[in-house]
């Protein structure tokens, strides 16, 4: 891995926006059903959002940018490959009803 993408990744951390926090400040120091995730970790030539490894399982929080992205299905399929599963909410989501992003993400990591 390129210490490019390491520091971009830190930079990453640095500035989240308010989703990447609201869902950080929900997966972080094992709160989710004890579940450990890491944010903005590089992985491959990638920066997901939040992964959680023992669980195989990717969290993505995306903007409008996101909105029927090539690179992003193409980035999913690299992950897939990998035996990651890939779980996408749009910001708004994880800021109008984050308890219902919460119980999705304990759903999914329970379905292994």
């Known amino acids: 891995m390129s210490e490019r993408l ?3 990744a830190r930079s990453m ?7 990447e926090n609201m869902l950080w400040q ?13 944010r903005q970790e590089p992985m491959g030539r990638y920066i997901v959002d939040f992964v959680c490894h023992e669980k195989r399982l ?13 690179s992003d299905r193409e980035r999913d399929l690299y ?19 984050s ?3 919460a119980l999705h993400i304990i759903k999914v ?3 292994e």
Request: aromatic share 10%.
């Open 58 to 70: 990717i969290i993505e929080a995306d903007g409008g940018q996101h909105c029927e992205s090539a």
């Open 26 to 38: 929900m997966l972080r120091g094992r709160k989710l059903e004890g579940l450990k995730f890491k």
């Open 13 to 19: 951390r640095k500035a989240p926006t308010k989703a």
């Open 99 to 101: 308890d219902a992003v």
């Open 79 to 97: 992950f897939r490959s990998k035996n990651y599963r890939i779980v996408r909410f749009w910001n708004d989501e994880v800021e109008r009803d």
């Open 6 to 8: 390491r520091g971009f």
């Open 109 to 111: 990591a329970k379905d």
